[in-house]
């Protein structure tokens, strides 16, 4: 079992940077792949970005590709999220999720995560 709070989360202007944090209780998070996703007001959840297990393994989506960079921390139990070059169109609730097995194309498929955060709020004004 993996719990996962997200924060850092906040209202930021058009152009401003923001890092997530995702904090996961239980000995086993260093064998779990972590991903972001979002979930836009009236939108599916999208993916946005995946680590594995290790670090030496990221994959951004196309959407945010050269924005955002995924990283972790295993002696924190943490995964974190750098979004540069914030747009209005990231404006989201932002969830991170935790995956079992192995790294592949899979790692940007919601229904492939096993565990998930509440979320937090990221609100871009232009």
């Known amino acids: 079992q993996v719990q996962l709070v997200e924060s850092g989360g906040e209202l930021v202007q058009a152009g401003g940077s923001l890092r997530l944090s995702c904090a996961a209780s239980?000995?086993?998070?260093?064998?779990?792949?972590m991903g972001w996703f979002r979930q836009a007001p009236g939108k599916e959840r999208e993916f946005v970005a995946a680590?594995?297990?290790?670090?030496?393994?990221?994959y951004p989506a196309d959407s945010v590709k050269g924005r955002v960079t995924i990283s972790r921390d295993n002696a924190k139990n943490t995964v974190y999220l750098q979004m540069n070059s914030l747009k209005p169109e990231d404006t989201a609730v932002y969830y991170c999720?935790?995956?079992?097995?192995?790294?592949?194309?899979?790692?940007?498929?919601?229904?492939?995560?096993?565990?998930w955060g509440q979320g937090t709020q990221v609100t871009v004004s232009s």
């Open positions: 680590i594995n297990w290790s670090g030496t393994n990221t």
């Open positions: 239980g000995r086993t998070f260093s064998s779990y792949a």
């Open positions: 999720a935790a995956l079992r097995g192995a790294w592949g194309p899979r790692v940007g498929t919601t229904g492939e995560y096993d565990y």
